[in-house]
């Protein structure tokens, strides 16, 4: 796979495994910084009601064999609720700059704990200190009671924090734990397109399936990739 390749056109005969070129695309995208946050990614879920939801989360783990990508949420918000009653998702990541998206259906699944404590431990103290001061998707009356809450969080973890703020007090770095209502979520693809950007808007797309089928708490079994070109 050439860069020019990846860059203008997918090849007459289409790849037998998509996944690395998506891994290819993404960290072209990322090494170039086409856009502040080249790992955004939208994902897709469905409530009891058959509402349909979609948010942008950061993909920090792209696994192209055997074809999942990581990214991390509090395990009590909307999304992870959704995603573990259906998870059955839809996501898509879009560089406009360079004129490509891939667009994946699949379904989700959380990550081991192990996976889910080294990502954590790898996090700016702060970001740490939001998962636990944070209840995602819940109501708070203001900022200001967010703030307090975090706070009194902060507290209990033994974190020493400026008055009325949340940050800490001295140059004293703290471990934090990850607490257990927060993780990662692993999105195993059973669809992929991947789509160029054509003069004229003709672009260019390649579709792939396969199955999967649940193998683990964490994994899927997967069949071969099978190609096929579309229309645009």
């Given at each position: 796979m050439t860069t020019n390749e990846t860059l203008n056109r997918l090849p007459e005969k289409l790849p037998d495994d998509p996944m690395h070129w998506a891994d290819a695309w993404l960290k072209e995208a990322t090494a170039s910084a086409v856009q502040r946050n080249p790992n955004a990614v939208t994902i897709a879920s469905v409530g009891d009601d058959g509402q349909p939801s979609a948010r942008v989360v950061l993909c920090k783990q792209f696994v192209p064999d055997p074809g999942y990508f990581v990214f991390h949420t509090n395990y009590e918000s909307r999304k992870a609720a959704e995603l573990g009653a259906r998870p059955?998702?839809?996501?898509?990541?879009?560089?406009?700059?360079?004129?490509?998206?891939?667009?994946?259906?699949?379904?989700?699944?959380?990550?081991?704990?192990?996976?889910?404590?080294?990502?954590?431990?790898?996090?700016?103290?702060?970001?740490?200190?939001?998962?636990?001061?944070?209840?995602?998707?819940?109501?708070?009356?203001?900022?200001?009671?967010?703030?307090?809450?975090?706070?009194?969080?902060?507290?209990?973890?033994?974190?020493?924090l400026a008055d009325g703020t949340t940050h800490l007090q001295d140059d004293h770095v703290p471990t934090i734990a990850r607490p257990t209502n927060w993780g990662g979520m692993r999105f195993w693809a059973h669809t992929i397109e991947l789509w160029i950007e054509g003069e004229d808007r003709i672009h260019d797309r390649g579709q792939w399936r396969r199955e999967i089928v649940r193998s683990s708490e964490h994994a899927y079994r997967t069949t071969p990739w099978r190609g096929t070109r579309l229309q645009p």
């Open positions: 059955q998702s839809a996501a898509l990541f879009h560089w406009d700059a360079i004129g490509r998206q891939i667009r994946l259906e699949g379904q989700v699944v959380r990550s081991p704990a192990q996976e889910s404590d080294e990502y954590f431990a790898s996090r700016h103290w702060g970001s740490q200190l939001g998962a636990w001061g944070s209840d995602q998707s819940k109501p708070i009356a203001s900022k200001e009671a967010l703030v307090i809450q975090i706070r009194e969080r902060g507290d209990s973890l033994g974190l020493s």
